[in-house]
């Protein structure tokens, strides 16, 4: 098939896009690259938050479901239901047992699914398996076409009973996990007759934008630590470790990001004493992100819960090397005293040990292990080629095939 022939896929997110969701944004784009015709499907929009301007373009080829209005999406649910009757009764039974948002899924689903039918889109692929394939899935079966799933973590794998991620995995032509660990969690909840359709497909990189490792800064260590202020990143737990750890070297801590935690991060830092070692950057675009990590000498990522995070891809493909705690994918690209060093997550003394063994690390040492996780990311993350696995995926799913 030449990419002139390949059918149109619609992606359904639940908010997009976001700053932290940009992998999809590439992906996408690697997709359309290859020949693709990707239509974005998103619940809602957060337009305010974004400072990328990559992000905002996106924002701008995005077609936002609920901009439609509660009447609309009504309006399309009774169109569904007197063209495919059948569909419709089926889809409203699946729902009845997952709660009362449900109804509004179904809804979404079926302005969706009119969307689909009037667009000539063969298949749809939702990211995450929280409430954006739930719509997926309901669209799926009101427009008669299949569909897929990339499920990220922590959140499927901390409620996969109430997401009913068994149903989901079982009706997909294919699901999508972006890490062997991930592959390991969805496994949990179906049949084993349907783990051959459960594939590893990794979120990727571009590595034109990495061209190369910028040099080491001098001066003292400089870790930076980038993600969303919630609960499940171990900031809190980082900041204690980094005041310990300054008894002993100098060190200093750049934190990207923003978020709910943010006036409890800026409580710790003034209770233990930082005001001089913790620079808060707020969000930055793609460029100011290289910026940081160009200015530090190894990323930190103290998570309690990930699934495998872009910011570990992206400091690797800097030539930085990880400290990170040894959770969900992480192993599979950090690599101890290689690629950078792991820790148990929620290990106050874990974190500061290790802060002090890098400081301890010379500048000569910390450049080789970045050297060794850019060779190690750019040979397991290459957008490219994970848009093509995921595209042989679409293939045969749309040629009606059990991927």
């Known amino acids: 098939m030449t990419s002139r022939d390949q059918p149109a896929i619609g992606y359904v997110v639940n908010t997009y896009p976001r700053p932290s969701h940009s992998f999809i944004r590439r992906e996408i784009r690697a997709l359309e690259q290859a020949g693709w015709t990707v239509h974005r499907f998103a619940m809602r929009g957060d337009a305010g938050a974004l400072v990328d301007p990559d992000d905002r373009a996106e924002h701008a080829r995005t077609e936002r479901v609920l901009e439609t209005g509660a009447a609309g999406l009504g309006g399309a649910f009774a169109r569904a239901a007197m ?30 699914a009119e969307r689909a039918r009037s667009l000539g889109i063969a298949h749809l692929h939702a990211h995450f398996g929280t409430n954006s394939a739930d719509v997926a899935r309901y669209a799926a079966a009101l427009a008669g076409i299949g569909y897929s799933f990339t499920a990220h973590g922590p959140e499927e794998f901390d409620a996969p009973r109430a997401l009913r991620l068994g149903d989901k995995l079982a009706d997909a032509r294919f699901t ?50 980038i993600g969303r202020f919630a609960e499940q990143k171990g900031y809190l737990a980082l900041l204690p470790a980094l005041a310990a750890a300054r008894r002993r070297a100098d060190i200093r801590l750049t934190l990207v990001g923003d978020g709910e935690l943010r006036p409890e991060i800026e409580a710790l830092i003034v209770s233990h004493d930082l005001g001089d070692a913790v620079t808060l950057t707020g969000w930055l675009d793609e ?104 595209g042989r995926l679409f293939r045969a799913a749309c040629n009606g095939a059990d991927s």
């Open 176 to 225: 999508v996990a972006i890490s062997h660990y991930g592959r390991s969690q969805l496994c949990r909840w179906v049949e084993h007759r349907h783990w051959d359709r459960i594939h590893v497909v990794h979120c990727g990189i571009e590595p034109s934008r990495f061209p190369s490792p910028p040099p080491m800064p001098g001066g003292p260590l400089r870790l930076v630590a």
């Open 287 to 390: 460029a100011g992100v290289r910026a940081a990590l160009a200015a530090s000498h190894a990323l930190v990522l103290p998570s309690f819960a990930e699934g495998l995070p872009m910011v570990v891809m992206e400091a690797m493909a800097q030539g930085r090397p990880a400290l990170a705690t040894a959770i969900a994918g992480v192993p599979e690209l950090v690599l101890p005293g290689k690629t950078g060093w792991l820790v148990p997550a929620g290990d106050e003394r874990g974190l500061t040990g290790a802060m002090l063994s890098v400081a301890d690390t010379p500048v000569s040492r910390l450049a080789e292990m970045g050297l060794a996780g850019r060779e190690r990311v750019l040979a397991r993350h290459d957008v490219a080629i994970e848009a093509a696995k995921l």
């Open 83 to 112: 063209r495919a009757p059948k569909a419709a009764r089926a889809v409203l039974r699946a729902a009845k047992h997952g709660g009362p948002r449900q109804l509004i899924y179904v809804a979404e689903a079926a302005r969706v």
